[in-house]
């Protein structure tokens, strides 16, 4: 009985993927199948139905869908990533299911056997489908976490103004994990470029709380321990404010309003002057 | 390992450099995990008389970590809450440098009874 | 017993820390320190640390004591060349530090120092090229 299942779904393989692949053109809104995605499909129903057998048609999680099922999460990762929505995921294993049943119900006349073996195929068909779906919201986790790294590593750009004298304009919220990486980042930068003053512009902070506040006397305690000097720039009123209301004790940091009056502060303790030039009329 | 003398010092903390390192743990990690592991094993020699430090590797399932415990069997710590309080700002001893230490890892645990010896647990992720 | 080499730089003394202090290690720097600044009549320290990679509070005491010390023989200190994950990690250590002064290099510590010693001998007259 189950043999003859069996074979008919081995004979129609090829009316199968037909079936298939009409109904995923049907349903894209642009471009139907690319090569590469008619090959991956292909693929995929040999190996599909390679591994039926008499005892895994029975069993979802049998072994023998390993193989079929690593595919799988690589196809969805690789979706994933290239910006498939999930709708489009999901379907992908449903008409599948759609095509193999379809074929089955005109090649099998017992309803009974008929009933049995559709919910036998669906069982299978279904807990892939949910493989694919887990397989394609850890693809997207990953876009996610590649751009958060990227984001740090751009929001964090150490500036060299003059010679000795570097910027840091921190753009964003200050959380603690960020903090550690504009302190490395910067005491590295004031190594490297043997700078002795560090501005910290925070005008695009938007809010000071206390924690906040903390990181930052915590990397300018960082800097002076290293034997450089650092100035926090870019001070709104309403920061001012908070930080007063809060009772934070910024005396021990300079603190200026503008990069600008930072800078001419570094000239001044470096001992630079900006003169005017003086032209031969 | 047994820390019994001063000398035992710097080997462990050779040791310690070499878990982290094993599993990449960022250079700033790896000094603020072989800070506190200095700090702990001070006191293990100066306070418990000496004791033993166990390294391990650890996963939570989700990322790696290195976890110490250090095991002394001397007089214990009297005040516990005390000890954790942050001493520094009256200038005064240094005390067991406890608050500051657990700053530095991921996770802290003591457990200590006057009279007993102490436990310390500590953990550093590898991502912090 | 090892002991730490001592250099004699003008009217400085430079000592430049490439092994992890042991208690024993670390007292004998102390006293020859001390005694080198009494026979020198040396009126700064530089204390390279950039090879050090660890600093506990054990450690950071000593370089608290050296500087009283000296101070107290009328010697200014200064630390150079601190490594950026040992600053981060003793500012999360809360470790004081006070008393002791740093630079990023020799070179910017001997200014330092200079400057230093400059206002010490003469106040009133501060100079203005050290802004600590």
């Known amino acids: 009985m189950q043999n003859q299942v069996l074979s008919i779904l081995k004979e129609k393989k090829s009316s199968i993927f037909e079936l298939w692949t009409k109904k995923q053109s049907n349903l894209n809104a642009f471009d139907s199948f690319s090569n590469n995605e008619e090959n991956e499909s292909e693929d995929f129903i040999n190996a599909f139905f390679n ?65 049995a073996n559709n919910l036998k195929i669906s069982n299978i068909v279904d807990n892939m489908t949910i493989l694919t779906f887990e397989a394609f919201m850890k693809g997207r986790e990953d876009v996610i976490l590649r751009q958060t790294d990227e984001i740090s590593e751009i929001s964090t750009p150490v500036i060299k103004v003059w010679d000795g004298i570097v910027a840091l304009p921190i753009i964003g919220t200050l959380d603690s994990a960020r903090t550690q990486i504009v302190m490395e980042n910067l005491l590295l930068q004031i190594v490297e470029t043997g700078s002795s003053i560090a501005i910290l512009d925070i005008s695009g902070v938007p809010a000071v709380d206390s924690l906040v506040a903390q990181h930052l006397i915590k990397t300018v305690s960082a800097t002076r321990l290293m034997g450089a000097e650092c100035i926090i720039s870019g001070i709104r009123p309403e920061i001012a404010q908070t930080v007063v209301h809060l009772g934070i004790d910024l005396s021990n940091i300079i603190t200026k309003a503008t990069l600008a009056s930072a800078l001419k502060t570094a000239f001044v303790m470096l001992q630079l002057e900006v003169q005017k030039k003086r032209t031969n009329i | 390992m047994l820390i019994f003398k001063e000398q035992d010092v710097v080997p462990f903390r050779n040791r310690v450099k070499e878990y982290a390192v094993k599993i990449s743990m960022s250079l700033l990690n790896q000094t603020k995990l072989i ?58 001893s240094l005390g067991l440098g406890l608050p500051g230490t657990k700053r530095l890892v991921s996770e802290f645990d003591i457990q200590s009874e006057f009279g007993n010896g102490t436990t310390v647990t500590i953990i550093k992720w590898k991502n912090g | 017993m090892d002991r730490i080499p001592i250099l004699k730089m003008g009217d400085f003394l430079l000592v430049t820390i490439q092994v992890d202090l042991y208690d024993q290690l670390a007292e004998n720097l102390e006293t020859d320190l001390i005694n080198s600044v009494r026979k020198y009549n040396s009126r700064g320290v530089l204390i390279d640390i950039s090879a050090v990679s660890i600093i506990d509070s054990f450690m950071g005491r000593i370089l608290g004591n050296i500087a009283v010390m000296s101070k107290i023989m009328d010697a200014q200190t200064v630390v150079v060349g601190m490594q950026p994950a040992v600053a981060i990690t003793l500012v999360e250590l809360g470790l004081p530090m006070n008393g002791v002064h740093s630079a990023l290099n020799v070179e910017k510590g001997m200014e330092k120092l200079r400057a230093k010693i400059f206002n010490d001998d003469n106040p009133g007259q501060e100079d203005d090229s050290s802004f600590e």
């Open chain 2, 35 to 92: 800070t506190a592991a200095s700090e702990l094993v001070r006191n293990l020699l100066k306070y418990g008389g000496g004791g033993q430090v166990v390294i391990e590797a650890v996963n939570n399932g989700r990322e790696n970590g290195i976890r110490l415990v250090f095991t002394d069997k001397g007089p214990g710590i009297k005040d516990l809450s005390m000890a954790m309080k942050d001493g520094y700002s009256t200038g005064k």
């Open chain 1, 51 to 115: 591994a039926l057998n008499e005892s895994s048609i029975e069993d979802v999680s049998a072994t023998e869908f390993d193989k079929v099922n690593e595919m799988l999460i690589g196809i969805s990762i690789s979706r994933a990533k290239r910006g498939f929505s999930p709708r489009e995921n999901a379907t992908y294993l449903l008409t599948f299911k759609e095509a193999v049943l379809e074929i089955l119900s005109k090649e099998i006349e017992d309803p009974t056997i008929l009933y």
